[in-house]
């Protein structure tokens, strides 16, 4: 089975944290914009309490940075108008998921956003019955937030990757597709140049 999106090691482009549907751009003195010496080419931004975090590299200039804060707010307040799923409705896609795909075996505890998954997708806690989903998978494709809700609850069942947790994941026909998916996010986050059309 080739290397699994869920846990790639490469960092995914963040996203907004979804604190409110339909949320508007912070006030610009709510803004942070963290420098990186390790970031060379991608711009990121997401929400964090009552801030938005801007990522860029450290070799910008200041007038790219203003125009990058711009986009990015402009890009995070576009994704906010979407609505998001609240946690009480992941959990219970959750369950139905279970139901469909795995006879109902997985039972988690609680299914949350959270905003501190910057490499991971999704994960889970067996021990606790508990999943969580990061951020930067709102306003996905359905089928692609589907298949990572299915794999955190396969390792309910399944603690490893071995073959027995990936029999489990070929019951959902649209396995490989979201995996496609997810493996095209993180490619794009690795494209050499910034975008000119306003995107990371």
Known sequence: MPADPLNSVEKPRPGPDG???????PRPDAVEVRRSTRRRRTVSAYREGGRTVVLIPARMSKEEERRW?????????????RRTLDDGELAARAVRL???????????????WVTNQNTRWGS???AEGSIRLSHRLQGMPEY???????????????????????????????????RGFLEGVIAAGRLPNLPRDGGE
């Open 98 to 112: 279970s139901e469909q795909y795995l006879l109902g075996r997985a039972r988690p505890a609680t299914v949350r």
């Open 69 to 81: 804060v711009g986009v990015m707010l402009d890009k995070l307040a576009a994704q906010e108008s």
């Open 144 to 178: 692609v937030l589907d298949y990572v809700l299915l794999h955190e609850l396969a390792h309910l069942l399944v603690p490893g990757h071995g073959p027995e947790f990936w029999r489990l994941l070929e019951t959902y026909p649209r396995t490989e597709r979201a």
């Open 19 to 25: 604190a409110a549907a339909g949320g508007t751009a």
């Open 124 to 126: 889970c806690t067996p």
